[in-house]
């Protein structure tokens, strides 16, 4: 790819002038002439230079082989078995998949037959398979650039619509979902509610890859800013927090009651202790006395109380946002006030150990949702929910106060004065 041109000047001395102290060492404008050139940058792609080879884009056929393509550019049988048998320490030559793009590149002046074939194992990696000369195969990644991006819109429909409207990519819409999951109902947004979104893109050869980081975001709902920040806070990897240093996730429990033992893990094919049946047990088992207190693991809402028929005994069903639902099976009965519709607080006693249903024993069954699927309840990421420190408010501030003007974030003055002295300009009251 031709990444423009660059400008070469060369001086070129008219005649020699003997050096002395009067002339300082400087030529005169007699003595040299400056002359201009300008010659193309080289043009490099996949780490080749291209500039007298062509290059002729393709997609993989349905059942299409990479045999059947290399034939068709001249490339020797001799060859194609060659790279079949000595190239899958890189990428095997069966790993082609209909529909990938790929490219082969000839010699200008002899076209009869490819040099190379590049296949593109994803929008970054791809592999190159030499064809002539020195056969051989290697893997490379494209370079990835980041640039920052904002946008902003008002849902009148969906936010999925209103980013697609602003012309951003719909995982957008994900990521913003995943950053309020735990203080926005995204189910319950309403027409007019808008956002602000500072965020990153990636683009590899000039092609947009991929959507990076949230960087900044200001969500309005009913009126009200809603603000997220990313920062790196006691670990290494970015958590968003609000204008007052106020951490948006809010963890679960670690465990919805305390127990003496696991019984039975996550599983996608477990032998059922009663049934003798292998299904798949998307849940964990805590052993525990009859009787034991269960209680929510996060803030939430009942929206199921009732009787499994296909095995669960009494359970209840908890919504904590849009993103994830916990559930809690085989219980002796349930806490008093609790019923559908019911809004409980994380710790808040909701049911007793019980061995209801088909159960060999008393246990709790608890099983945790996102987005409807079913996760292993002892993989999941549960950061800490501890604010900002009083005493890391100044550099979190000085951080992301380049963020908030970007999402219309004004900080009052209280907050303001704490920045670090090098980062703002509070004009003093006696001026």
């Avoid at 957008?172 to 926005?184: N, P, Q």
Wanted: proline share 4%; net charge negative.
């Amino acid at each position: 790819m031709n990444r423009g041109w660059r400008s070469i000047v060369i001086l070129t001395a008219a005649f020699a002038i003997p050096l002395s102290c009067r002339q300082n060492n400087t030529a005169s404008a007699q003595d040299s002439q400056e002359i201009a050139q300008t010659e193309p940058e080289p043009n490099l792609r996949w780490g080749l230079y291209i500039d007298s080879l062509d290059v002729v884009d393709g997609t993989i056929g349905r059942n299409e082989l990479l045999s059947n393509i290399l034939v068709r550019n001249g490339v020797s049988a001799q060859t194609i078995h060659y790279l079949d048998r000595n190239s899958d320490s890189i990428w095997s030559v069966r790993k082609i998949q209909a529909g990938k793009p790929y490219h082969i590149i000839r010699d200008r002046d002899s076209v009869a037959t490819a040099r190379y074939f590049v296949y593109d194992i994803n929008k970054t990696d791809y592999v190159i398979y030499s064809l002539t000369d020195s056969i051989y195969s290697y893997r490379g990644t494209l370079p990835v650039d980041t640039i920052d991006n904002f946008i902003s819109g008002s849902i009148q429909s969906s936010l999925w619509n209103a980013m697609i409207d602003q012309g951003a990519s719909p995982d957008l819409a994900g990521m913003l979902a995943d950053v309020y999951s735990w203080t926005i109902d995204f189910f319950g947004i309403q027409k007019n509610d808008s956002f602000a979104v500072y965020y990153q893109e990636l683009y590899a050869d000039s092609v947009r890859v991929a959507t990076g980081q949230i960087l900044a975001a200001n969500f309005i709902t009913g009126g009200n800013n809603h603000y997220a920040f990313r920062y790196i806070y006691h670990n290494e990897r970015g958590e968003y927090f609000d204008e007052k240093g106020t951490s948006l996730r809010r963890a679960f429990l670690k465990a919805p009651l305390s127990y003496s033992r696991i019984s039975s893990r996550f599983s996608n094919a477990r032998v059922h202790p009663v049934t003798k049946v292998v299904r798949a047990h998307h849940g964990v088992d805590y052993a525990a006395p009859a009787g034991t207190p269960v209680y929510s693991v996060g803030d939430g809402v009942v929206i199921t109380k009732a009787w499994d028929s296909k095995g669960g005994g009494n359970y209840l069903k908890i919504k904590h946002n849009s993103t994830y639902t916990t559930e809690y099976m085989h219980l002796r009965g349930f806490a008093a006030g609790i019923n559908q519709g019911t809004h409980v607080s994380q710790g808040q006693l909701i049911g007793y150990v019980g061995a209801t249903g088909v159960a060999t024993g008393p246990h709790l069954d608890y099983r945790v949702f996102k987005n409807g699927t079913a996760i292993d309840p002892l993989s999941m990421d549960l950061p800490a929910v501890d604010p900002i420190s009083e005493s890391d408010m100044p550099v979190y501030l000085s951080t992301v106060s380049g963020y908030m003007d970007k999402v219309g974030c004004t900080l009052p003055d209280s907050l303001r004065q704490i920045m670090l002295p090098d980062t703002i300009n509070i004009t003093d009251s006696n001026d």
